[in-house]
T-cell receptor
Framework: NAGVTQTPKFQVLKTGQSMTLQCAQD?????MSWYRQDPGMGLRLIHY???????DQGEVPNGYNVSRSTTEDFPLRLLSAAPSQTSVYFC?????????????FGPGTRLTVT | DQQVKQNSPSLSVQEGRISILNCDYT??????FLWYKKYPAEGPTFLIS?????DKNEDGRFTVFLNKSAKHLSLHIVPSQPGDSAVYFC??????????????FGRGTQLTVWP
């Protein structure tokens, strides 16, 4: 099992550019989520999905889109990058969507927006 | 407003001694609590959890204590080892209402264990 994989590991964008952060898991987990980690802010939930075709917003969804067409993949799209989106992004998955504890996290994508 | 709070950004402990990391929460609907550990340049990894029907859960050197009346939990590491040096995140969830499906994280505590 590869677990949760994220690509790319690093990315630099200019303000206004768009891009997609990729996330995939091979554990047949129903629940997947995206977090961002900023210095001194902990992890904040951006969007999550409780199964293919079902997504919902987390605490900080503005400026991001998600879709879940398969169980394995949960890409995060930045529509028009802003410097405030400079952060480390983590994708996570869990077997249970009712109790999304014991989430497995990917290694993260470090994004810089200039 | 943060619903899960870790008020100590850092903790330094000598190897072999006890490390105690603290966490407070404000939402009384939270009924499941977790601790995650994070090394630099890696994703967080699950460490230990506790349900609100318990007040203690133990796993090897790690014990989590829950005080529901005080809305407080703590993670004890005994004995502490240099490999325990990492950022520890407290997280909470609820199985009902608008918070269903979400984990709320604290800001983390950097633990440093020195020889």
């Amino acid at each position: 099992n590869a677990g949760v994989t994220q690509t790319p590991k690093f990315q630099v964008l200019k303000t206004g550019q768009s891009m997609t952060l990729q996330c995939a898991q091979d554990m047949n987990h129903e629940y997947m989520s995206w977090y961002r980690q900023d210095p001194g802010m902990g992890l904040r939930l951006i969007h999550y999905s409780v199964g293919a075709g079902i997504t919902d917003q987390g605490e900080v969804p503005n400026g991001y889109n998600v879709s879940r067409s398969t169980t394995e993949d949960f890409p995060l799209r930045l529509l028009s990058a802003a410097p405030s989106q400079t952060s480390v992004y983590f994708c996570a998955s869990s077997y249970s969507f009712v109790r999304p504890y014991e989430q497995y996290f990917g290694p993260g994508t470090r994004l810089t927006v200039t | 407003d943060q619903q899960v709070k870790q008020n100590s950004p850092s903790l330094s402990v000598q190897e072999g001694r006890i490390s105690i990391l603290n966490c407070d929460y404000t939402n009384s609907m939270f009924d499941y609590f977790l601790w995650y550990k994070k090394y630099p340049a890696e994703g967080p990894t699950f460490l230990i959890s506790i349900s609100s029907i318990k007040d203690k859960n133990e796993d090897g050197r790690f014990t989590v204590f829950l005080n529901k009346s005080a809305k407080h939990l703590s993670l004890h590491i005994v004995p502490s080892q240099p490999g325990d040096s990492a950022v520890y995140f407290c997280a909470a969830s609820a199985d009902r209402g608008s918070t269903l499906g979400r984990l709320y994280f604290g800001r983390g505590t950097q633990l440093t264990v020195w020889p």
